[in-house]
């Protein structure tokens, strides 16, 4: 089990690929912010089982990241994380510097539109711009074919998906399904700054998304009853203070008032100084 | 000679540059919006003499013209443009609808900064944010190797340069000399619009570039007195509105004021209801 080869060069990863692809290869990507766990990791083993080659690309973008936010004390572990892709039999990471990433002078940005403006787009301001950046300059180093993002940041993949529509690039945008903790939390590197209490107080998370599925598969259809539901179950936390408690339209993230059809709840919940998202498909009973 | 084929889907476009890539073809690509002139055609000749392909795409981007531009008159004449593209011998253009490039629901901009905010980007607010993005739109279905674009259009070439590099674009960008006139009038497809008489004042923005240089020539490195003179020369004609007269850091686009190295001459001079821009590289004698 040989350890992944790291690139640091925004040029050696273009030439890289551009070789593979210039061999046939289909190319799987799976951009992260490194701190693996096994959400990421189900996003490589699916791009192991759909493509022919996999890059993972392990970058603490700085530029997604506002003010206040937690870039500075952004879990970092490149050995761990090298470790567990070596398990996954990954030959090479790229894991650049920012100063490839964003030399002196750099002054271009990608602004999506309405998809970015609700939910983290209004807590986080820049954050989607940051996001929507790095991504299309990864995407241009590793020109995959395919490549993964999880259900986890709901709204980031319907923004990438956006932007990629909208710019005609040749990329296949896949979504992997939220991988939790047995008790239900959805992983994220940020789980690791929780206290041991603020850990076990973060299921209500998920907890408020399966009470939303019980309230509508009991028949509740008046989205306001449901989301003071999830809002009440989070209060039992005192310390909890939410962000938004939201059940949107799935495509356009437009909150609903009747739910008549699928769709997706979101929240964003601070627990002391971390804040957590998680999401869900709340599908009404057939009638 | 046989007339070159019509390419109106953005999805064929790709499909077809992603087979010439896999044959390991070299793509050249040529950028227009058509009403084509010997200024495009010498970045045609370019094209063929460095690239195994070349592609031309023919699109009045509606989003780089402003409010109460010349969007819904600029020359369009598809005919005339593959007669000409024929005499070269270009088998195929790419030539978009609207609701191809731009559908329902599009909602993805690029956004150059600083190269892109004084001169054209004052007097013509959103222009290179429509210029970034499509020029990115056309990158991603033509997948060139190299694309051409006249110098002509200056500040242009340093915005679309800035973007390529900012994100890792796999483009490399060439310049090519501005083709004038035999009297030296910049080609340009808005030439159509001028009545014989403002064809013959449109003389005043060659005479008065060919000015700054003789006056640099002779010794003068102030550059508020060559402006002033350049200025004075334009007003020789009575209805010529200036936009700005400027000579500016070739690489920034910021105004000098001494003229101790090369310097890039910039103006846009309005006469009656067409806008012309030209530009010319002017250098002090060596001491």
Not at 58 to 84: A, K, M
Not at 265 to 272: F, K, M, P, S
Request: hydrophobic share 40%; net charge negative.
């Amino acid at each position: 089990m040989a350890m992944p080869a790291v690139i640091r060069s925004a040029q050696e990863m273009q030439s890289r690929s551009r070789q593979l692809r210039q061999a046939g290869r289909r190319i799987g990507f799976v951009p992260t912010m490194g701190a693996l766990h096994e959400g990421h990791l189900s996003l490589v083993r699916a791009a192991k089982r759909e493509c022919d080659e996999v890059v993972v690309s392990i970058y603490v973008n700085p530029t997604q990241f506002g003010r206040g936010e937690d870039f500075d004390r952004y879990p970092r572990n490149l050995d761990r994380d090298l470790q567990l892709l070596a398990e996954l039999d990954v030959p090479w990471v790229f894991a650049p510097t920012d100063s490839e990433m964003y030399p002196a002078g750099f002054d271009t940005w990608v602004e999506v539109g309405r998809i970015a403006q609700p939910w983290e787009g209004t807590f986080r301001p820049g954050h989607f711009r940051g996001v929507a950046t790095v991504v299309l300059k990864l995407f241009h180093l590793v020109e995959p074919d395919v490549a993964y993002f999880g259900e986890k940041d709901y709204q980031q993949l319907l923004v990438v998906r956006q932007m990629v529509r909208d710019l005609n690039l040749p990329v296949e945008i896949r979504a992997c399904p939220t991988v939790r903790e047995p008790d239900g939390l959805a992983m994220s590197s940020r789980n690791q700054y929780l206290s041991p209490r603020e850990r076990q107080d973060a299921l209500v998370l998920y907890r408020s998304l399966c009470l939303a599925q019980e309230r509508v598969s009991a028949g509740e259809n008046d989205a306001r009853a449901v989301t003071a539901a999830m809002r009440e179950l989070i209060s039992s936390v005192p310390y909890a203070q939410v962000d938004y408690v939201a059940l949107v339209d799935p495509e356009t993230l437009e909150e609903v008032t009747i739910i008549d059809r699928p769709v997706q709840a979101l929240l964003a919940v601070r627990l002391g100084s971390t804040r957590l998202i998680d999401n869900m498909r709340i599908v009404p009973p057939s009638r």
